[in-house]
């Protein structure tokens, strides 16, 4: 049987944490008192997917868009061939003009395919219900007491 690409995370659950923030400390916390946090994983559980709704979007804030990152390209572009060749203002903006025409027409002709089926502008990220700290079973009891000592969990020893 072949390796897994991502294997399971292994080792005994040492705390539970309502954000990833107050896992990474608990691990700085077993870091400071010289444990080996090598032997430490911290998991997400619960994953999901969230998308948030940032705008409404429209002909005006596509094109722009187009434009806008076309004109980068453009920009990069007309630099570099002012830096080869003899001229450099003629370049630069004709590089510019060239890569708003482009980057319009390649921001457009998709949002004109899509026939108004997305019309809103999002971020995804995925986020956890829990992080778990997991330890290597040799040291789960020790690492378990440092973190209960010091006030950081709330749910020590939670693995389910």
Do not use: C, H
Request: glycine letters at 16%; zero cysteines; charged letters at 15%.
């Amino acid at each position: 049987m072949s390796t897994p690409l991502r294997p399971r995370p292994t080792g005994w659950p040492i705390g539970s944490f309502g954000s990833y923030e107050d896992a990474q400390a608990a691990v700085d916390k077993l870091s400071d008192v010289q444990f080996p946090v090598q032997d430490l994983t911290i998991v997400g559980v619960d994953l999901m997917e969230v998308e948030r709704v940032t705008g409404r979007l429209t002909w005006g804030r596509v094109i722009g868009g187009g434009a806008l990152s076309g004109a980068w390209i453009g920009l990069f572009f007309g630099l570099l061939f002012g830096l080869l060749g003899g001229g450099f203002l003629t370049p630069l903006l004709l590089g510019m003009a060239i890569g708003v025409i482009f980057g319009i027409v390649s921001a457009a002709v998709p949002y004109a395919m899509s026939a108004g089926r997305r019309d809103f502008t999002s971020r995804t990220q995925i986020v956890a219900g829990r992080y778990d700290v997991l330890a290597d079973p040799a040291r789960a009891a020790e690492a378990r007491d440092i973190i209960a000592r010091s006030g950081l969990t709330r749910q020590a020893g939670s693995g389910g």
